[in-house]
Structure formats: C-alpha cells, structure tokens
C-alpha cells in the first residue's frame, strides 16, 4: 500500500513539473486568463527608429494579467501605425513612443473593443 502511494507522489510530482515546463515554453494546453490556448505574440511594428518618435508616454492600463493580455495591448496599441509600445505587466503600463501628440482618450480609443482599460496617461519628456 505505502508503495502505491510513493508511485503516485513521484507521478503527481513529475506532471507538475512537466506542466510547468510545458507553461514555461508556452506551450501550455490550460487557457490563459484571455481565454487563449495559445500564445499571443506582439506583433513587430516595421519602424523601429526611436527617432522617428518624438512623444514619449506611460499609459496605465487596468485588465492586463497574463502575458498574452500585454501581446494583446502591444498589438492593439501598434496597430495605430504610428506607435510603438512596450508592456510591463508587473507596473500595469504601456511605454509608448509615438509620431504624433496623443492624449488618453486617444489611448483609450486603441483599446476600444478589448478588455482593457486606460486608467492615466503621463507624457514624459
């Protein structure tokens, strides 16, 4: 008996591991917070020339959990054309480089149709 439970820690053990690594690689099978079995990847924007990005923000964003949500900030955010953002999920912020003056409304109308909301928006100089 006390064999059968040693066989059955060691194998609970060696699936949490697996499904750790599994998770870590992203190729986890359990959806995401988003929903998502996948991983979302940021999409590259195709002007990478931080001169060509004169306005610099922080954008606050409340939603973000997972990785996959701050793909899925980057990409709504990029898809403008003329920004460029970078997501720190632990500080629940987009840097943004941008080609135009924005304001947070303007932000906010990036994440229209998402699950995620800008709470503050600081330009920095």
Known sequence: MSTLIIIIGVLLI?????ATVQKARGKSKAASCCGSKETVLAKPVADTDESHYP???NV???GMQCSNCAANVENAINASGDTWAHVNLGRRRAEVLSKSEKTEASFADLLKG???KVTDCTQIS
């Open 114 to 116: 998402t699950d995620y």
């Open 14 to 18: 060696a699936y949490a591991v697996y």
């Open 60 to 62: 606050s964003i409340e």
């Open 55 to 57: 306005y610099k923000y």
